[in-house]
């Protein structure tokens, strides 16, 4: 199994700040690599699909870059909106495998 | 608008069995293949199960494997999960979701439903 392993699992942060998010697999994916954001109590949202293709609809200060085994997340400038918890997600292999998650919270 | 609507969460024993739906609408269920992804109180997401368009393509989480069996009805628009000999570790929510296209290997999950809570409890 692929296992994902993301860094910081935690992140404290204030509005305007840029922050980034790694995602590291255990073998090489190539770019199948997936970005989701939850917020308590939703259901998760997909961000960013083959590891830098934004989503309709996502603002464009999220970017995702990355190939093999090595990804990241930026967002340029965070927003009050974007305080939640972010997951990595291996979409080559089965199993499936997401990372433990990043929550960003507010400095 | 794609909706995905989970049903079937109960409060179960350990060693019981339970089977949990998912009512699709919204797009063309049957080309489009569907995950099961659940998530423990206060936990990450963990991915489950998946399915193809037309069932041929099936996998499961190691977790799972051989205790749980997910299937499809495609004149029905519907999903499912058959959860036998569930233990205190299968509790969780438990998403429906649509991949990205006809598999449910090699692209995203594009929707997810609200979830059904499965509490597995002595």
């Known amino acids: 199994d692929i296992q994902m392993t993301q860094s910081p699992s935690y992140v404290s942060a204030s509005v305007g700040d840029r922050v980034t998010i790694t995602c590291r697999a255990s073998q090489g994916i190539s770019n199948w690599l997936v970005w989701y954001q939850q917020k308590p109590g939703k259901a998760p949202k997909l961000l960013i699909s083959a590891a830098s293709t934004l989503q309709s609809g996502v603002p464009s200060r999220f970017s995702g870059t990355g190939s093999g085994t090595d990804f990241t997340l930026t967002i340029s400038s965070l927003q009050p909106e974007d305080f939640a918890t972010y997951y990595c997600?291996?979409?080559?292999?089965?199993?499936?495998?997401f990372g433990g998650g990043t929550k960003v919270e507010i400095k | 608008e794609v909706q995905l609507v989970e049903s079937g969460g109960a409060l179960v024993q350990p060693g019981r069995s339970l089977r949990l739906s998912c009512e699709a609408s919204g797009f063309s269920f049957d080309d489009t293949g569907m995950h099961w992804v659940r998530q423990a109180p206060g936990k990450g997401l963990e991915w489950v199960s998946g399915i193809s368009w037309n069932s041929v393509s099936i996998g499961y989480a190691d977790s799972v494997k051989g205790r749980f069996t997910i299937s499809r009805d495609n004149a029905k628009n519907s999903l499912y999960l058959q959860m036998d000999s569930l233990t205190i570790e299968d509790t969780a929510l438990y998403y429906c979701a649509k991949a990205e296209n006809w598999n449910y290997v090699g692209g995203s999950i594009e929707h997810w439903g609200l979830g059904t809570l499965v509490t597995v409890t002595s």
């Open positions: 997600q291996q979409a080559n292999s089965v199993p499936l495998t």
